[in-house]
């Protein structure tokens, strides 16, 4: 028994560190194109939190001609997808991170508020998305579930500081 859960321990930090490397280098890759300040963050995400609603995965159980193969395709299919627009919420992140160095680069007098801004987001983005990746694994075999508000969260306050910023004048 003790055996199996330094396993389940080792795994989780290996995808964990995975997971932070992987946002790495989605970092240094420095998305190329320009984020979109217009969208809102939390309306284009929405439809993700809907992905592994409860309800849904009741309905099915509730209907006679439903089984555990159903239950479990639709699970696996449904974490596909989330994981697919977490993908697209983390190049969102990258692009508006680069976003707010561009606007810390380009100003005449220093912004250690927006350099802090910065590494509190990404660190605290790459916490969300280890727990995010946990819990989605969890949730694959219908344990818990998932919660994204605190990455979205993260990602309209740098928004909102980028906007800010482009809109400052410069100083002289």
């Known amino acids: 028994m003790m055996l199996t859960a330094d396993v389940a321990v080792a795994v989780i930090a290996i995808l964990a560190l995975a997971k932070i490397f992987r946002l790495d280098l989605v970092y240094q890759s420095r998305a190329a194109s320009p984020v979109s300040a217009c969208v809102d963050i939390a309306a284009r995400y929405r439809p993700m939190q809907r992905l592994l609603d409860a309800a849904d995965f009741d309905f099915l159980s509730s209907h006679p001609a439903c089984n555990s193969k159903m239950l479990r395709q639709m699970r696996t299919d449904r ?30 007098v220093d912004r250690p508020d927006l350099a802090k801004l910065i590494g509190k987001s990404r ?50």
Do not use: C, H, W
């Open 123 to 172: 660190l605290g983005f790459a916490k969300g998305l280890v727990v995010v990746e946990i819990r989605l694994v969890l949730f694959r075999y219908g344990l818990g579930t998932v919660d994204i508000q605190p990455l979205v969260a993260s990602i309209a306050r740098m928004r909102e500081q980028l906007q800010l910023g482009a809109m400052l004048p410069a100083a002289a």
């Open 79 to 108: 974490v596909r997808l989330f994981r697919a627009y977490l993908r697209s919420l983390t190049l969102d992140f990258a692009r508006t991170a680069t976003g707010l160095e561009s606007v810390m680069i380009a100003s005449n």
